[in-house]
């Protein structure tokens, strides 16, 4: 797998480079690497180049990579639409959730989560373009959502995440982005505080960067395109 250990490279370099444009040190943002829809192959090889962040949407072959990845040292986010009949086991087997936009969910997860293996990490995903039918919570709802989630006993809230519609200009990828920090901004000023905001895929990192990203998902910039 030489096309994954060298893209991985490659994409350190230019996160490294967007995070100093930004003013920023390399190790101020994350790299998760999204491999929904890849062989488990290009896991390993991505394993073995240092990789530990993995992000996978759907429950099922998450579980599977979880399963044969037992005995190496990665960190499982779930980035997917989550139904509330598989909060179990993703509460059983993931590290993160970046997708909760609702309490239900959030409650269950809690309620589900084994006392041993710590509390669970979570983002609130934010429809930060208020589009129709989109996953995400609305805005104006997000201060009594994370005020909620902060009383899960089983949780620990690490910030916001969002997916916002595509947009091919440099200066208009960044409005999402800057949205999504001032939200935060806003819930600290309220009490509440984060240190991760979810933020970047591979057509806009950069502007994701600038904007105060910590945690980019990138699939096929790492991976190649998915089946
Ligand atoms: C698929 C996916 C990504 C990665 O997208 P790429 O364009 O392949 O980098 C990131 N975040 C979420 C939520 C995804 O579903």
Request: hydrophobic share 40%; aromatic share 6%.
């Amino acid at each position: 797998m030489i096309g994954v250990t060298e893209n991985l490279r490659d994409i350190r370099d230019l996160l490294a480079f967007s995070a100093a444009e930004a003013e920023r040190t390399p190790d101020a943002v994350k790299l998760l690497a999204v491999s929904k829809k890849q062989p488990i192959e290009k896991i390993f090889a991505a394993i073995d180049a240092g990789q530990q962040d993995f992000g996978e949407n759907f429950v099922q072959e998450g579980l599977a990579k979880i399963d044969q990845t037992r005995d190496k040292d990665v960190v499982w986010h779930f980035i997917g639409h989550l139904q509330n009949n598989k909060t179990r086991v993703v509460a059983e087997n993931f590290d993160w959730v970046h997708t909760i936009d609702r309490l239900k969910t959030a409650r269950r997860l809690s309620q589900q989560r084994p006392e041993s293996l710590g509390p669970l990490n979570i983002c609130l995903q934010i429809n930060v373009d208020d589009e129709d039918g989109k996953s995400g919570v609305v805005i104006d709802a997000l201060p009594e959502l994370a005020a909620a989630c902060v009383d899960l006993p089983n949780l620990v809230l690490r910030g916001l995440m969002c997916l916002p519609a595509v947009r091919t200009e440099f200066s208009e990828q960044r409005k999402p982005f800057s949205k999504l920090r001032e939200l935060a901004q806003d819930l600290r000023a309220g009490g509440i505080d984060t240190d991760t905001l979810s933020m970047g895929m591979t057509a806009d990192y950069r502007a994701a960067i600038i904007e105060g990203a910590t945690i980019v998902r990138i699939g096929t910039a790492l991976f190649g395109r998915r089946d």
